[in-house]
C-alpha cells in the first residue's frame, strides 16, 4: 500500500471538517452582525444578497429619517478552508463591514477619520489626499488621522471621534458632500459593533449643513 495514503485520507479529512466547522461559524458571525446593524440602524425594509457561499453578503436597508438609504457589504475571513485561512489573517487580517449611509440634507464638507492601521491603504484611495490638511488624534490609546480642508469639518470629526462608542474598531470614515454619503469601514466585534453604529448615526448629525456657512480653515464664518 501507498505509504502516503494515510497523509492524504488524514488531510481530506481535516480540511472537510474545518470546512463545515468555518462555514457554521462564518453563518453565525454573518447573523450577528447584521442583527446588531438593524438593531443600531432600524431599517424600513432589509435585503441581503450572498456573495459567495460563506465569504459574505450585500445588504441594502431601506431607511427613514435622516438617511435616504443603508447598504454596504458584509466580507468574513474564509474560515471554511484550512489550508488558506492562515494566511488570509496576514492579508486581510479580520472581518470586514463597509456601510454606505445616503443623507438626507447637505453635508459641510468632505473628512475622513483613518486608523493608523488603515492610513497606508487610505493614502492610494483618497482622491486628492495630498490636498488635506491631515492632523493625527489619538483617543482611548488608538491613534487616528483627521483629513479636512476647512476648520470647521476637523472639529466635526473630532467631536465625532470623542462622542462615538468602540471607535478604536474603526478603520475608515469619511463624509462626501457631492453625493451626501457618508462611509464606514469596521472591523466587527460582536457587542461592540451595535454600540459604535447607535452613537455614530446620531453623531453624524453634526456633519449636516443647518444655516451655517463654512469657510476655508482658519475663517470659518460663526453661527
Not at 62 to 84: C, D, H
Not at 94 to 115: F, M, P, T
Not at 143 to 162: C, D, G, R, W
Request: aromatic share 14%.
Amino acid at each position: 500500500m501507498n505509504i502516503y495514503i494515510f497523509p492524504l485520507i488524514a488531510l481530506a479529512i481535516f480540511a472537510t471538517l474545518g470546512y463545515f466547522r468555518g462555514k457554521k461559524k462564518n453563518a453565525w458571525i454573518s447573523g450577528w452582525i447584521s442583527r446588531e446593524a438593524e438593531e443600531a440602524l432600524k431599517p424600513a425594509d432589509t435585503d441581503y444578497v450572498n456573495i459567495g457561499g460563506t465569504i459574505g453578503y450585500n445588504f441594502t436597508y431601506k431607511m427613514k429619517g435622516q438617511f435616504r438609504e443603508a447598504s454596504g457589504t458584509i466580507t468574513m475571513l474564509p474560515r471554511q478552508s484550512v489550508l488558506y485561512f492562515p494566511i488570509s489573517l496576514l492579508t486581510a487580517k479580520h472581518d470586514r463591514v463597509y456601510i454606505n449611509l445616503k443623507a438626507n440634507g447637505k453635508l459641510a464638507g468632505e473628512g475622513h477619520i483613518v486608523s493608523e492601521k488603515y492610513i497606508k491603504s487610505a493614502r492610494s484611495l483618497i482622491s486628492g489626499y495630498r490636498n488635506f490638511h491631515n492632523t493625527e488624534y489619538s483617543i482611548n490609546g488608538s491613534k487616528f488621522y483627521l483629513l479636512s480642508k476647512t476648520a470647521s469639518v476637523e472639529k466635526m470629526l473630532i467631536n465625532f471621534a470623542e462622542k462615538t462608542e468602540s471607535i478604536n474598531n474603526l478603520r475608515h470614515f469619511c463624509c462626501f458632500p457631492d453625493n451626501k454619503n457618508f462611509f464606514i469601514f469596521i472591523k466587527p466585534v460582536r457587542g461592540e459593533l451595535v454600540k459604535f453604529l447607535k452613537s455614530a448615526v446620531t453623531g453624524l448629525d453634526i456633519f449636516y449643513i443647518k444655516g451655517r456657512k463654512n469657510d476655508e480653515r482658519g475663517n470659518e464664518e460663526k453661527d
